[in-house]
Protein backbone atom coordinates (compact mmCIF):
# COMPACT_ATOMS: atom_id res chain seq x y z
CA UNK A 1 0.00 0.00 0.00
CA UNK A 2 1.11 3.81 -0.65
CA UNK A 3 3.20 5.70 2.11
CA UNK A 4 1.92 9.37 2.30
CA UNK A 5 5.37 9.64 4.18
CA UNK A 6 7.04 8.93 0.87
CA UNK A 7 8.13 11.75 -1.25
CA UNK A 8 5.94 12.68 -4.66
CA UNK A 9 9.03 13.10 -6.72
CA UNK A 10 11.32 10.80 -8.16
CA UNK A 11 14.01 9.59 -11.18
CA UNK A 12 12.38 6.82 -12.08
CA UNK A 13 8.82 5.61 -11.75
CA UNK A 14 8.98 1.72 -12.40
CA UNK A 15 5.34 0.71 -12.95
CA UNK A 16 5.09 -3.62 -11.99
CA UNK A 17 6.88 -5.80 -9.78
CA UNK A 18 7.80 -8.61 -11.64
CA UNK A 19 11.01 -10.10 -12.74
CA UNK A 20 11.02 -6.75 -14.74
CA UNK A 21 10.24 -4.41 -12.33
CA UNK A 22 12.42 -5.65 -9.43
CA UNK A 23 15.42 -5.81 -11.81
CA UNK A 24 14.95 -2.10 -12.84
CA UNK A 25 14.90 -1.11 -9.20
CA UNK A 26 17.90 -2.27 -8.00
CA UNK A 27 19.55 -1.25 -11.61
CA UNK A 28 18.04 2.12 -10.73
CA UNK A 29 19.55 2.25 -7.07
CA UNK A 30 22.99 1.33 -8.53
CA UNK A 31 22.84 4.64 -10.51
CA UNK A 32 22.35 6.73 -7.19
CA UNK A 33 18.97 7.70 -8.47
CA UNK A 34 15.73 7.79 -6.89
CA UNK A 35 13.27 5.19 -7.65
CA UNK A 36 9.57 4.07 -6.88
CA UNK A 37 8.08 0.90 -8.05
CA UNK A 38 4.00 0.80 -7.96
CA UNK A 39 2.50 -2.82 -8.34
CA UNK A 40 -1.22 -3.36 -8.72
CA UNK A 41 -0.64 -6.89 -7.50
CA UNK A 42 -0.35 -7.58 -3.24
CA UNK A 43 3.04 -9.71 -3.61
CA UNK A 44 6.14 -9.12 -5.95
CA UNK A 45 6.59 -11.51 -8.45
CA UNK A 46 4.25 -10.87 -11.77
CA UNK A 47 3.43 -13.68 -13.84
CA UNK A 48 4.50 -15.87 -10.63
CA UNK A 49 2.49 -14.28 -8.22
CA UNK A 50 -0.88 -14.85 -10.42
CA UNK A 51 -0.86 -17.64 -12.03
CA UNK A 52 -1.36 -20.25 -8.97
CA UNK A 53 -2.75 -22.34 -10.96
CA UNK A 54 -2.54 -25.88 -10.61
CA UNK A 55 0.77 -27.66 -12.38
CA UNK A 56 1.97 -24.00 -12.95
CA UNK A 57 5.78 -23.83 -13.74
CA UNK A 58 8.63 -22.77 -15.97
CA UNK A 59 9.05 -24.46 -19.37
CA UNK A 60 12.72 -23.49 -19.80
CA UNK A 61 15.35 -24.91 -17.32
CA UNK A 62 15.50 -23.17 -13.96
CA UNK A 63 19.00 -22.82 -13.66
CA UNK A 64 18.52 -20.36 -17.01
CA UNK A 65 16.04 -19.16 -16.01
CA UNK A 66 17.14 -17.10 -13.14
CA UNK A 67 18.60 -13.35 -13.01
CA UNK A 68 22.79 -13.47 -13.85
CA UNK A 69 23.08 -10.14 -12.70
CA UNK A 70 24.41 -11.49 -8.84
CA UNK A 71 26.88 -14.68 -9.00
CA UNK A 72 26.17 -14.75 -5.03
CA UNK A 73 22.41 -14.91 -5.59
CA UNK A 74 23.25 -17.42 -8.28
CA UNK A 75 25.29 -19.74 -5.92
CA UNK A 76 23.28 -19.37 -3.01
CA UNK A 77 19.55 -20.27 -4.38
CA UNK A 78 19.19 -24.12 -5.04
CA UNK A 79 16.48 -25.23 -7.27
CA UNK A 80 14.60 -28.31 -6.71
CA UNK A 81 13.31 -29.00 -9.74
CA UNK A 82 14.47 -28.92 -13.40
CA UNK A 83 11.40 -27.04 -14.32
CA UNK A 84 10.84 -24.89 -11.26
CA UNK A 85 7.03 -24.98 -10.19
CA UNK A 86 5.20 -21.44 -9.40
CA UNK A 87 5.29 -21.66 -5.89
CA UNK A 88 9.53 -22.16 -6.30
CA UNK A 89 9.26 -18.72 -8.54
CA UNK A 90 7.61 -16.81 -6.57
CA UNK A 91 9.32 -17.63 -3.66
CA UNK A 92 12.65 -17.18 -5.22
CA UNK A 93 11.52 -13.40 -6.23
CA UNK A 94 10.16 -12.81 -3.24
CA UNK A 95 13.63 -13.91 -1.94
CA UNK A 96 15.31 -11.18 -4.50
CA UNK A 97 13.18 -8.83 -3.33
CA UNK A 98 14.40 -9.42 0.18
CA UNK A 99 18.37 -9.64 -0.74
CA UNK A 100 18.68 -6.86 -2.19
CA UNK A 101 16.34 -5.00 -0.22
CA UNK A 102 13.95 -3.76 -2.69
CA UNK A 103 10.49 -3.56 -0.94
CA UNK A 104 10.50 -0.89 0.60
CA UNK A 105 10.62 0.99 -2.91
CA UNK A 106 7.75 -1.05 -4.00
CA UNK A 107 4.02 0.00 -3.02
CA UNK A 108 1.50 -2.99 -3.64
CA UNK A 109 -1.87 -3.28 -4.35
CA UNK A 110 -1.69 -0.10 -6.24
CA UNK A 111 -2.54 0.30 -9.99
CA UNK A 112 -1.01 3.15 -12.40
CA UNK A 113 -4.09 4.60 -14.54
CA UNK A 114 -2.59 7.37 -16.17
CA UNK A 115 0.77 8.36 -17.21
CA UNK A 116 1.42 12.36 -18.83
CA UNK A 117 4.33 13.35 -20.30
CA UNK A 118 4.85 17.11 -19.65
CA UNK A 119 6.95 18.78 -22.15
CA UNK A 120 7.88 21.67 -20.59
CA UNK A 121 9.03 20.16 -17.31
CA UNK A 122 10.42 16.85 -18.97
CA UNK A 123 9.16 14.69 -17.15
CA UNK A 124 6.05 12.17 -16.56
CA UNK A 125 3.07 12.92 -14.53
CA UNK A 126 1.75 9.29 -12.75
CA UNK A 127 -1.38 8.44 -11.33
CA UNK A 128 -2.66 5.86 -9.14
CA UNK A 129 -5.78 4.46 -8.72
CA UNK A 130 -5.26 5.61 -4.70
CA UNK A 131 -5.34 9.12 -5.93
CA UNK A 132 -1.70 9.71 -5.85
CA UNK A 133 0.13 11.75 -8.20
CA UNK A 134 3.91 10.70 -8.84
CA UNK A 135 5.94 12.85 -11.02
CA UNK A 136 9.57 11.16 -11.98
CA UNK A 137 11.72 11.92 -15.16
CA UNK A 138 11.71 8.57 -15.85
CA UNK A 139 8.50 6.48 -16.15
CA UNK A 140 9.97 2.61 -17.22
CA UNK A 141 6.96 0.18 -18.05
CA UNK A 142 7.36 -2.73 -16.77
CA UNK A 143 4.15 -4.14 -16.75
CA UNK A 144 4.60 -7.67 -18.63
CA UNK A 145 3.86 -8.64 -21.85
CA UNK A 146 1.13 -11.65 -20.17
CA UNK A 147 -0.32 -9.70 -17.39
CA UNK A 148 -3.63 -8.85 -18.42
CA UNK A 149 -5.98 -11.78 -18.29
CA UNK A 150 -8.46 -11.83 -21.24
CA UNK A 151 -11.69 -10.85 -20.29
CA UNK A 152 -14.16 -14.01 -20.48
CA UNK A 153 -16.49 -13.11 -23.27
CA UNK A 154 -18.55 -16.73 -23.59
CA UNK A 155 -22.33 -15.36 -23.21
CA UNK A 156 -24.09 -16.22 -19.94
CA UNK A 157 -20.77 -16.35 -18.15
CA UNK A 158 -21.86 -14.57 -15.31
CA UNK A 159 -25.00 -16.37 -14.84
CA UNK A 160 -23.14 -19.72 -13.88
CA UNK A 161 -24.48 -20.61 -10.23
CA UNK A 162 -21.46 -22.33 -9.35
CA UNK A 163 -17.25 -20.98 -8.49
CA UNK A 164 -15.48 -19.69 -11.82
CA UNK A 165 -11.57 -19.85 -11.96
CA UNK A 166 -9.18 -17.57 -14.54
CA UNK A 167 -6.00 -19.58 -14.27
CA UNK A 168 -4.36 -16.03 -14.74
CA UNK A 169 -5.60 -14.86 -11.42
CA UNK A 170 -5.81 -18.25 -9.36
CA UNK A 171 -6.89 -18.02 -5.67
CA UNK A 172 -3.75 -17.80 -2.86
CA UNK A 173 -5.81 -20.38 -0.78
CA UNK A 174 -6.06 -22.87 -3.94
CA UNK A 175 -8.82 -25.14 -4.66
CA UNK A 176 -10.15 -28.47 -3.71
CA UNK A 177 -11.77 -29.69 -7.06
CA UNK A 178 -12.34 -33.23 -5.10
CA UNK A 179 -15.68 -34.99 -6.31
CA UNK A 180 -16.62 -31.99 -8.50
CA UNK A 181 -17.46 -31.96 -11.77
CA UNK A 182 -14.94 -29.43 -13.95
CA UNK A 183 -14.75 -27.63 -16.66
CA UNK A 184 -11.84 -26.29 -18.25
CA UNK A 185 -12.06 -24.03 -21.64
CA UNK A 186 -9.23 -23.27 -23.34
CA UNK A 187 -6.33 -25.70 -24.49
CA UNK A 188 -3.40 -23.10 -24.55
CA UNK A 189 -0.24 -23.21 -22.02
CA UNK A 190 -2.17 -22.91 -19.31
CA UNK A 191 -4.67 -25.26 -19.79
CA UNK A 192 -2.37 -27.86 -20.74
CA UNK A 193 -0.63 -27.53 -17.37
CA UNK A 194 -2.98 -27.47 -15.39
CA UNK A 195 -5.73 -30.37 -16.85
CA UNK A 196 -3.37 -33.25 -15.64
CA UNK A 197 -3.64 -31.85 -12.21
CA UNK A 198 -7.27 -31.26 -12.18
CA UNK A 199 -8.15 -34.40 -14.02
CA UNK A 200 -6.31 -36.30 -10.96
CA UNK A 201 -8.44 -34.55 -8.48
CA UNK A 202 -12.29 -34.07 -9.64
CA UNK A 203 -14.72 -36.06 -10.11
CA UNK A 204 -15.44 -35.53 -13.77
CA UNK A 205 -13.19 -33.17 -16.21
CA UNK A 206 -14.95 -31.64 -19.53
CA UNK A 207 -12.32 -29.99 -21.75
CA UNK A 208 -13.33 -27.21 -24.09
CA UNK A 209 -10.99 -27.36 -26.98
CA UNK A 210 -10.80 -24.98 -29.25
CA UNK A 211 -7.93 -24.97 -31.23
CA UNK A 212 -5.61 -27.59 -30.32
CA UNK A 213 -1.77 -26.81 -29.36
CA UNK A 214 1.28 -28.62 -29.74
CA UNK A 215 3.42 -29.89 -26.71
CA UNK A 216 6.14 -31.47 -25.73
CA UNK A 217 7.26 -33.52 -22.91
CA UNK A 218 9.18 -31.46 -19.86
CA UNK A 219 10.31 -34.63 -18.45
CA UNK A 220 9.81 -33.17 -15.40
CA UNK A 221 12.30 -34.28 -11.84
CA UNK A 222 14.77 -32.81 -9.58
CA UNK A 223 17.97 -31.57 -11.30
CA UNK A 224 20.58 -34.03 -12.00
CA UNK A 225 23.66 -33.87 -10.17
CA UNK A 226 25.75 -33.89 -12.92
CA UNK A 227 23.92 -31.17 -15.13
CA UNK A 228 23.88 -28.77 -11.95
CA UNK A 229 27.74 -29.65 -10.88
CA UNK A 230 28.29 -28.68 -15.00
CA UNK A 231 26.28 -25.59 -14.80
CA UNK A 232 28.39 -24.19 -11.74
CA UNK A 233 31.82 -24.95 -13.28
CA UNK A 234 30.32 -23.08 -16.59
CA UNK A 235 28.01 -20.63 -15.16
CA UNK A 236 29.49 -17.33 -17.02
CA UNK A 237 30.12 -18.97 -19.86
CA UNK A 238 26.74 -20.56 -20.20
CA UNK A 239 24.83 -17.42 -19.40
CA UNK A 240 27.00 -15.78 -22.09
CA UNK A 241 25.51 -18.43 -24.51
CA UNK A 242 22.16 -18.09 -23.84
CA UNK A 243 22.38 -14.44 -24.18
CA UNK A 244 23.79 -14.75 -27.11
CA UNK A 245 21.56 -17.52 -28.81
CA UNK A 246 18.87 -17.14 -30.70
CA UNK A 247 16.37 -17.67 -28.12
CA UNK A 248 18.43 -16.70 -24.84
CA UNK A 249 18.19 -20.76 -23.90
CA UNK A 250 21.94 -22.69 -23.75
CA UNK A 251 20.00 -26.04 -23.91
CA UNK A 252 18.62 -26.08 -27.06
CA UNK A 253 21.55 -26.71 -28.65
CA UNK A 254 20.05 -25.35 -32.04
CA UNK A 255 22.26 -26.85 -35.06
CA UNK A 256 22.73 -25.19 -38.79
CA UNK A 257 21.67 -27.85 -39.98
CA UNK A 258 18.61 -28.14 -42.83
CA UNK A 259 15.76 -30.42 -41.78
CA UNK A 260 15.13 -30.95 -45.38
CA UNK A 261 18.74 -31.96 -45.80
CA UNK A 262 18.55 -34.71 -43.39
CA UNK A 263 18.16 -38.27 -44.81
CA UNK A 264 14.31 -39.08 -43.19
CA UNK A 265 15.97 -41.91 -40.60
CA UNK A 266 18.24 -39.69 -39.26
CA UNK A 267 15.44 -36.72 -38.41
CA UNK A 268 13.74 -39.01 -36.44
CA UNK A 269 16.50 -40.11 -34.67
CA UNK A 270 17.72 -36.52 -34.06
CA UNK A 271 13.71 -35.67 -33.46
CA UNK A 272 13.32 -39.32 -31.21
CA UNK A 273 16.51 -38.00 -28.69
CA UNK A 274 14.77 -33.98 -28.36
CA UNK A 275 12.18 -35.52 -27.61
CA UNK A 276 13.41 -37.41 -24.90
CA UNK A 277 15.75 -34.56 -23.93
CA UNK A 278 12.05 -32.82 -23.12
CA UNK A 279 11.09 -29.23 -23.62
CA UNK A 280 12.19 -26.67 -26.73
CA UNK A 281 15.03 -29.19 -27.39
CA UNK A 282 12.72 -30.67 -30.07
CA UNK A 283 12.91 -26.97 -31.84
CA UNK A 284 16.18 -26.52 -31.62
CA UNK A 285 16.93 -29.50 -34.23
CA UNK A 286 17.22 -27.89 -37.52
CA UNK A 287 17.61 -24.44 -38.64
CA UNK A 288 14.95 -24.25 -41.24
CA UNK A 289 11.86 -25.20 -38.63
CA UNK A 290 10.46 -21.69 -38.45
CA UNK A 291 11.11 -20.78 -41.76
CA UNK A 292 10.02 -23.55 -44.31
CA UNK A 293 6.44 -25.11 -44.41
CA UNK A 294 8.03 -28.70 -45.50
CA UNK A 295 10.88 -28.84 -43.10
CA UNK A 296 8.18 -27.98 -40.31
CA UNK A 297 6.20 -30.40 -41.41
CA UNK A 298 8.29 -33.13 -40.34
CA UNK A 299 8.32 -31.87 -36.60
CA UNK A 300 4.78 -31.67 -37.07
CA UNK A 301 4.23 -35.33 -38.12
CA UNK A 302 6.12 -36.43 -35.52
CA UNK A 303 4.92 -34.67 -32.89
CA UNK A 304 1.37 -35.47 -34.37
CA UNK A 305 2.72 -39.40 -34.22
CA UNK A 306 3.48 -39.56 -30.29
CA UNK A 307 0.23 -37.47 -29.76
CA UNK A 308 -0.94 -40.85 -31.90
CA UNK A 309 0.74 -43.26 -30.09
CA UNK A 310 -0.31 -41.23 -26.51
CA UNK A 311 -3.69 -41.19 -26.59
CA UNK A 312 -5.59 -44.71 -26.76
CA UNK A 313 -8.77 -43.43 -28.72
CA UNK A 314 -7.64 -42.61 -31.86
CA UNK A 315 -11.05 -40.20 -31.83
CA UNK A 316 -9.61 -38.10 -29.42
CA UNK A 317 -5.88 -38.11 -30.42
CA UNK A 318 -7.41 -36.94 -33.90
CA UNK A 319 -8.74 -34.04 -32.17
CA UNK A 320 -5.77 -33.17 -30.61
CA UNK A 321 -3.58 -33.20 -33.19
CA UNK A 322 -3.37 -29.71 -34.73
CA UNK A 323 -3.52 -28.93 -38.43
CA UNK A 324 -4.29 -26.03 -38.87
CA UNK A 325 -0.67 -24.06 -38.54
CA UNK A 326 2.72 -24.75 -38.49
CA UNK A 327 4.61 -26.20 -35.12
CA UNK A 328 5.72 -23.92 -32.88
CA UNK A 329 4.01 -21.03 -34.46
CA UNK A 330 1.71 -21.00 -31.78
CA UNK A 331 3.75 -20.91 -28.52
CA UNK A 332 4.93 -24.67 -28.28
CA UNK A 333 3.81 -26.24 -24.83
CA UNK A 334 5.78 -28.48 -22.53
CA UNK A 335 3.77 -30.74 -20.19
CA UNK A 336 3.45 -33.46 -17.69
CA UNK A 337 0.85 -36.19 -18.84
CA UNK A 338 -0.93 -34.11 -20.91
CA UNK A 339 -1.81 -36.16 -23.44
CA UNK A 340 -1.78 -38.78 -21.78
CA UNK A 341 -4.65 -37.68 -19.38
CA UNK A 342 -7.29 -38.51 -22.34
CA UNK A 343 -6.82 -41.59 -21.57
CA UNK A 344 -8.83 -41.76 -18.34
CA UNK A 345 -12.19 -42.32 -17.48
CA UNK A 346 -13.09 -39.22 -15.56
CA UNK A 347 -11.94 -37.34 -18.90
CA UNK A 348 -14.31 -36.16 -22.04
CA UNK A 349 -13.06 -33.82 -24.87
CA UNK A 350 -15.18 -31.27 -26.38
CA UNK A 351 -14.24 -30.40 -29.47
CA UNK A 352 -15.34 -26.83 -30.18
CA UNK A 353 -15.01 -26.81 -34.00
CA UNK A 354 -17.76 -29.32 -34.03
CA UNK A 355 -19.88 -28.11 -31.50
CA UNK A 356 -19.37 -24.18 -30.39
CA UNK A 357 -20.76 -23.04 -27.36
CA UNK A 358 -23.54 -21.44 -27.35
CA UNK A 359 -23.89 -20.26 -23.61
CA UNK A 360 -23.17 -20.82 -20.36
CA UNK A 361 -26.45 -22.08 -18.52
CA UNK A 362 -26.53 -21.66 -14.41
CA UNK A 363 -26.07 -25.13 -14.01
CA UNK A 364 -23.08 -25.70 -17.07
CA UNK A 365 -21.76 -25.41 -20.84
CA UNK A 366 -24.11 -25.65 -23.30
CA UNK A 367 -22.69 -26.53 -26.74
CA UNK A 368 -24.43 -26.97 -30.20
CA UNK A 369 -24.85 -31.03 -29.28
CA UNK A 370 -26.22 -30.42 -25.77
CA UNK A 371 -25.64 -29.49 -22.29
CA UNK A 372 -22.44 -30.37 -20.09
CA UNK A 373 -23.65 -29.93 -16.15
CA UNK A 374 -20.39 -29.15 -14.37
CA UNK A 375 -20.48 -27.69 -10.29
CA UNK A 376 -16.85 -25.21 -11.27
CA UNK A 377 -15.63 -23.54 -14.46
CA UNK A 378 -11.90 -23.31 -15.16
CA UNK A 379 -11.28 -20.42 -18.03
CA UNK A 380 -8.01 -20.76 -19.03
CA UNK A 381 -8.60 -18.41 -22.08
CA UNK A 382 -5.19 -16.72 -21.96
CA UNK A 383 -4.29 -12.96 -22.24
CA UNK A 384 -4.43 -10.15 -23.69
CA UNK A 385 -0.69 -10.05 -24.47
CA UNK A 386 2.29 -7.65 -25.35
CA UNK A 387 0.17 -4.55 -25.39
CA UNK A 388 -2.87 -5.39 -23.19
CA UNK A 389 -1.49 -3.72 -19.63
CA UNK A 390 0.02 -0.65 -21.34
CA UNK A 391 -3.24 -0.29 -23.15
CA UNK A 392 -5.15 0.01 -20.13
CA UNK A 393 -3.19 2.55 -18.75
CA UNK A 394 -3.69 6.40 -20.17
CA UNK A 395 -0.62 7.35 -21.38
CA UNK A 396 -0.13 10.27 -23.20
CA UNK A 397 2.87 12.06 -24.84
CA UNK A 398 3.81 14.95 -26.47
CA UNK A 399 0.86 17.19 -27.28
CA UNK A 400 -1.24 15.12 -25.73
CA UNK A 401 -0.79 12.02 -27.91
CA UNK A 402 -2.38 9.01 -26.49
CA UNK A 403 -0.50 5.89 -26.86
CA UNK A 404 -3.31 3.78 -27.46
CA UNK A 405 -4.35 6.23 -30.00
CA UNK A 406 -0.86 5.80 -31.68
CA UNK A 407 -0.78 2.02 -31.73
CA UNK A 408 -4.78 1.45 -32.81
CA UNK A 409 -3.57 -0.04 -35.69
CA UNK A 410 -0.95 -2.11 -34.05
CA UNK A 411 1.95 -1.23 -31.35
CA UNK A 412 4.68 0.69 -33.09
CA UNK A 413 8.14 0.69 -31.11
CA UNK A 414 11.79 1.86 -31.65
CA UNK A 415 14.19 -2.00 -30.70
CA UNK A 416 10.49 -2.47 -28.68
CA UNK A 417 12.33 -0.04 -26.03
CA UNK A 418 10.67 3.57 -26.96
CA UNK A 419 7.64 5.15 -28.89
CA UNK A 420 8.39 8.14 -31.22
CA UNK A 421 6.04 11.13 -28.84
CA UNK A 422 7.01 9.86 -26.08
CA UNK A 423 10.27 10.56 -24.62
CA UNK A 424 11.64 9.00 -21.23
CA UNK A 425 9.14 6.74 -21.38
CA UNK A 426 10.73 3.44 -21.65
CA UNK A 427 9.26 -0.30 -21.80
CA UNK A 428 10.55 -3.58 -20.69
CA UNK A 429 9.96 -6.60 -23.23
CA UNK A 430 7.81 -3.97 -25.50
CA UNK A 431 6.24 -5.45 -28.84
CA UNK A 432 8.93 -4.98 -31.68
CA UNK A 433 11.68 -6.92 -29.03
CA UNK A 434 12.26 -10.79 -29.08
CA UNK A 435 10.33 -10.37 -25.61
CA UNK A 436 8.08 -13.40 -25.53
CA UNK A 437 10.20 -15.56 -28.30
CA UNK A 438 13.06 -16.00 -26.14
CA UNK A 439 13.44 -17.04 -22.54
CA UNK A 440 11.84 -14.05 -20.56
CA UNK A 441 14.82 -14.07 -17.94
CA UNK A 442 17.25 -13.38 -20.40
CA UNK A 443 15.37 -10.37 -22.59
CA UNK A 444 14.38 -8.94 -19.50
CA UNK A 445 17.84 -8.53 -18.06
CA UNK A 446 19.13 -7.24 -21.22
CA UNK A 447 16.50 -4.91 -21.76
CA UNK A 448 16.78 -3.33 -17.86
CA UNK A 449 19.99 -3.37 -18.30
CA UNK A 450 20.14 -1.19 -22.15
CA UNK A 451 17.44 1.28 -20.53
CA UNK A 452 19.71 1.62 -16.86
CA UNK A 453 22.68 2.19 -19.41
CA UNK A 454 20.85 4.73 -21.36
CA UNK A 455 19.46 6.53 -18.04
CA UNK A 456 23.00 6.38 -16.92
CA UNK A 457 24.21 7.92 -19.60
CA UNK A 458 21.73 10.85 -19.97
CA UNK A 459 22.14 11.78 -16.21
CA UNK A 460 26.14 11.82 -16.31
CA UNK A 461 25.86 14.34 -19.12
CA UNK A 462 22.42 15.84 -17.47
CA UNK A 463 20.53 15.76 -20.83
CA UNK A 464 16.55 16.44 -20.23
CA UNK A 465 15.50 13.81 -22.42
CA UNK A 466 15.62 11.19 -24.59
CA UNK A 467 13.02 10.43 -27.70
CA UNK A 468 12.90 7.32 -30.55
CA UNK A 469 12.90 9.44 -33.91
CA UNK A 470 9.57 8.55 -36.57
CA UNK A 471 12.46 7.25 -38.95
CA UNK A 472 14.32 4.94 -36.65
CA UNK A 473 10.90 3.66 -35.41
CA UNK A 474 9.38 3.30 -38.78
CA UNK A 475 12.75 1.47 -39.89
CA UNK A 476 12.57 -0.80 -37.17
CA UNK A 477 8.88 -1.49 -37.22
CA UNK A 478 9.65 -2.26 -41.16
CA UNK A 479 12.05 -4.38 -39.92
CA UNK A 480 10.30 -6.56 -37.41
CA UNK A 481 7.76 -6.83 -39.93
CA UNK A 482 10.16 -7.74 -42.66
CA UNK A 483 11.69 -10.27 -40.70
CA UNK A 484 8.18 -12.13 -39.04
CA UNK A 485 7.69 -12.39 -42.76
CA UNK A 486 10.60 -14.27 -43.60
CA UNK A 487 8.94 -17.12 -40.78
CA UNK A 488 6.02 -19.37 -40.70
CA UNK A 489 5.15 -17.36 -37.55
CA UNK A 490 2.06 -15.59 -39.25
CA UNK A 491 0.45 -18.23 -40.85
CA UNK A 492 -1.06 -19.06 -37.12
CA UNK A 493 -3.57 -17.34 -35.45
CA UNK A 494 -1.88 -16.88 -32.22
CA UNK A 495 -1.79 -14.32 -29.23
CA UNK A 496 1.35 -13.60 -31.23
CA UNK A 497 -0.88 -11.66 -33.62
CA UNK A 498 -3.95 -10.51 -31.29
CA UNK A 499 -6.15 -12.66 -32.70
CA UNK A 500 -6.84 -14.30 -29.48
CA UNK A 501 -8.91 -10.79 -28.44
CA UNK A 502 -11.76 -9.81 -30.72
CA UNK A 503 -10.86 -6.37 -32.68
CA UNK A 504 -7.62 -6.27 -31.96
CA UNK A 505 -5.57 -5.23 -34.33
CA UNK A 506 -3.63 -8.62 -36.23
CA UNK A 507 0.11 -7.33 -36.11
CA UNK A 508 2.45 -10.05 -35.38
CA UNK A 509 4.11 -8.07 -32.33
CA UNK A 510 7.51 -9.82 -30.82
CA UNK A 511 10.76 -9.90 -32.95
CA UNK A 512 11.93 -12.65 -34.35
CA UNK A 513 15.58 -12.22 -35.71
CA UNK A 514 16.84 -14.04 -32.82
CA UNK A 515 17.79 -12.62 -29.13
CA UNK A 516 21.80 -12.46 -29.55
CA UNK A 517 21.33 -10.60 -32.75
CA UNK A 518 18.94 -7.71 -31.05
CA UNK A 519 20.75 -7.61 -28.72
CA UNK A 520 23.99 -6.41 -30.85
CA UNK A 521 21.62 -4.24 -32.51
CA UNK A 522 20.82 -2.37 -28.92
CA UNK A 523 24.29 -2.01 -28.12
CA UNK A 524 25.29 -0.83 -31.38
CA UNK A 525 22.96 2.02 -31.02
CA UNK A 526 24.24 2.64 -27.39
CA UNK A 527 27.64 3.04 -28.67
CA UNK A 528 26.92 5.37 -31.35
CA UNK A 529 25.37 7.95 -28.55
CA UNK A 530 21.85 6.42 -29.40
CA UNK A 531 21.52 6.34 -32.34
CA UNK A 532 18.30 6.95 -34.16
CA UNK A 533 17.08 8.89 -30.56
CA UNK A 534 16.64 12.28 -30.21
CA UNK A 535 18.38 13.74 -27.42
CA UNK A 536 17.86 16.94 -25.35
CA UNK A 537 19.96 18.76 -23.07
CA UNK A 538 18.42 19.88 -19.81
CA UNK A 539 18.74 23.46 -21.09
CA UNK A 540 16.64 23.31 -24.30
C1 LIG B 1 1.52 -18.87 -16.93
C2 LIG B 1 2.76 -18.27 -17.52
C3 LIG B 1 3.89 -19.05 -17.69
C4 LIG B 1 5.04 -18.49 -18.21
N1 LIG B 1 6.13 -19.28 -18.39
C5 LIG B 1 7.24 -18.75 -18.92
C6 LIG B 1 8.38 -19.54 -19.15
O1 LIG B 1 8.36 -20.73 -18.92
N2 LIG B 1 9.48 -18.98 -19.68
C7 LIG B 1 9.52 -17.65 -19.98
O2 LIG B 1 10.54 -17.18 -20.47
N3 LIG B 1 8.46 -16.86 -19.75
C8 LIG B 1 7.33 -17.38 -19.25
N4 LIG B 1 6.25 -16.59 -19.05
C9 LIG B 1 6.34 -15.17 -19.36
C10 LIG B 1 6.53 -14.35 -18.07
O3 LIG B 1 5.54 -13.39 -18.09
C11 LIG B 1 7.93 -13.77 -18.01
O4 LIG B 1 8.86 -14.81 -17.99
C12 LIG B 1 8.23 -12.86 -16.81
O5 LIG B 1 7.77 -13.39 -15.61
C13 LIG B 1 7.69 -11.48 -17.05
O6 LIG B 1 8.12 -10.62 -16.04
P1 LIG B 1 7.70 -9.09 -16.07
O7 LIG B 1 8.14 -8.50 -14.81
O8 LIG B 1 8.15 -8.47 -17.33
O9 LIG B 1 6.10 -9.13 -16.18
P2 LIG B 1 5.07 -9.72 -15.13
O10 LIG B 1 5.66 -10.82 -14.38
O11 LIG B 1 3.83 -9.95 -15.87
O12 LIG B 1 4.87 -8.52 -14.11
C14 LIG B 1 4.23 -7.35 -14.48
C15 LIG B 1 3.58 -6.78 -13.25
O13 LIG B 1 3.09 -5.48 -13.58
C16 LIG B 1 1.90 -5.28 -12.87
N5 LIG B 1 1.13 -4.26 -13.57
C17 LIG B 1 0.68 -4.29 -14.85
N6 LIG B 1 0.01 -3.15 -15.12
C18 LIG B 1 0.05 -2.41 -13.99
C19 LIG B 1 -0.47 -1.13 -13.64
N7 LIG B 1 -1.16 -0.39 -14.49
N8 LIG B 1 -0.26 -0.67 -12.38
C20 LIG B 1 0.45 -1.40 -11.48
N9 LIG B 1 0.96 -2.62 -11.77
C21 LIG B 1 0.75 -3.11 -13.00
C22 LIG B 1 1.22 -6.63 -12.87
O14 LIG B 1 0.33 -6.74 -11.78
C23 LIG B 1 2.39 -7.57 -12.76
O15 LIG B 1 2.60 -7.98 -11.44
C24 LIG B 1 5.07 -17.12 -18.56
C25 LIG B 1 3.92 -16.35 -18.41
C26 LIG B 1 2.78 -16.92 -17.90
C27 LIG B 1 1.56 -16.05 -17.75
Redesign the pocket.
Known sequence: MSDPAKPARYDVVI????????YMLHKTRALGLTARV????DG????????R?PG?????ESQE?SYSFSPELDEEWVWSER?AS?PE?LAYLNHVADRFDLRRDIDLE????AAVYDEAARRWTVT??RGETLSARFCV????????PKDIDIPGADTFAGPTYH??RWPKEGVDFTGQRVAVIGTG??AI?SIPMIAEQAARLTVFQRTPNFSVPAHNRAPDPAVVEDWRANREAYRQEAKTSGF?IRYVNATEQLALETPPEERRKNYEERWSYGGFALIGAYADLLADKAANQTAAEFVSDKIRGIVKDPKIAEKLVPKTYPIATKRLC?DTGYYATFNRDNVTLVDLKEEPIETITPTGVKTAAGEYEVDAIVFAIG?DAMTG??N??DIKGRGGVALKDKWAAGPRTYLGLMVAGFPNLFI??GPGSPS?L???????EQHVDWIAGCIGYLSERQMGAIEATEAAENDWVAHVNEVGETTLFPLANSWYVGANVPGKPRVFMPYIGGLGVYREKCDEVAAKGYEGFRLESAAA
Open positions: VGAGFSGLIEAGVGGTWHWNYARVDIYYQLTTVTTDMATGCLSITGSSQGVFALRIVTVANMAVAI
